[in-house]
């Protein structure tokens, strides 16, 4: 079965740091950007970070730069995210993406999610 | 960067009503345009791409049309199953990927 399965997540405090993790089966992972997005309770989607199926190259909202650090494991299928310094405005659940075969033009790449993880709550308060 | 902007943020209709939700871009996005549909407590699922083609498996009451700024997701009839939020979403990476602000589709 193709799918997306997340680990990680639950209350941490301020400051503190956090590593959440996406299982992936049923395709072949390394041949696929990955992404993450998240969503604030009830607020809307939020797009956070994208890794290309190398890992080599990643994409990062500028709400989050210098604290997110998305990373993967193509001998595991995994994806990561890394959440350091964390604040309560980084409570939210958070969804592991997969991209269909992106296409990269110049500058540019089209990211758009087709397959999603369940959803982890990633709770900051102290 | 760029901002989507959804409208309305609720609509309210009944079964087999035809409805229209609008999202415009402060510039233009060509036609990279995704629309999903959420429901509560689940992940977003995709509907459409490229501003109109249809996501397999996705029913063909559902349909996206625009370019440029302006983009309309249509559901043709209705149904109960289509309660739900929408989000539209530009994928150009060079303006940093963005999602409107939703519509709660409710039915009467």
């Known amino acids: 079965e193709v799918q997306l399965v997340q680990s990680g997540g639950g209350l941490a405090q301020p400051g503190g740091s956090l590593r959440l993790s996406c299982a992936a089966s049923?395709?072949?992972?390394?041949?696929?950007?990955m992404g993450w997005v998240r969503q604030a309770p009830g607020k809307g989607l939020e797009w956070v970070s994208a890794?290309?199926?190398?890992?080599?190259?990643?994409f990062n909202a500028d709400s989050v730069k210098g604290r997110f650090t998305i990373s993967r494991d193509n001998s595991k299928d995994t994806l990561y995210l890394q959440i350091d310094n964390l604040r309560a405005e980084d409570t939210a659940v958070y969804y592991c993406?997969?991209?269909?075969?992106?296409?990269?033009?110049?500058?540019?790449?089209?990211?758009?999610?087709?397959?999603w993880g369940q959803g982890t709550l990633v709770t900051v308060s102290s | 960067d760029i901002q989507m902007t959804q409208s309305p943020s609720t609509l309210s209709a009944s079964v087999g009503d035809r409805v229209t939700i609008a999202c415009r871009a402060t510039?233009?996005?060509?036609?990279?345009l995704a629309w999903y549909q959420q429901k509560p407590g689940k992940a977003p699922k995709l509907l459409i791409y490229?501003?109109?083609s249809l996501e397999s498996g996705v029913p063909s009451r559902f349909s996206g049309s625009g370019s440029g700024t302006e983009f309309t997701l249509t559901i043709s009839s209705l149904q109960p199953d289509d309660a739900a939020t929408y989000y539209c979403?530009?994928?150009?990476?060079?303006?940093?990927?963005?999602f409107g602000g939703g519509t709660k589709v409710e039915i009467k």
């Open positions: 993406a997969r991209v269909p075969p992106a296409y990269c033009g110049g500058a540019s790449c089209y990211l758009y999610f087709d397959l």
């Open positions: 490229k501003a109109s």
């Open positions: 510039q233009s996005i060509s036609y990279w």
């Open positions: 890794t290309s199926g190398s890992g080599g190259s990643t």
């Open positions: 979403q530009q994928y150009n990476s060079y303006w940093g990927l963005a």
């Open positions: 049923g395709f072949a992972f390394n041949n696929f950007v």
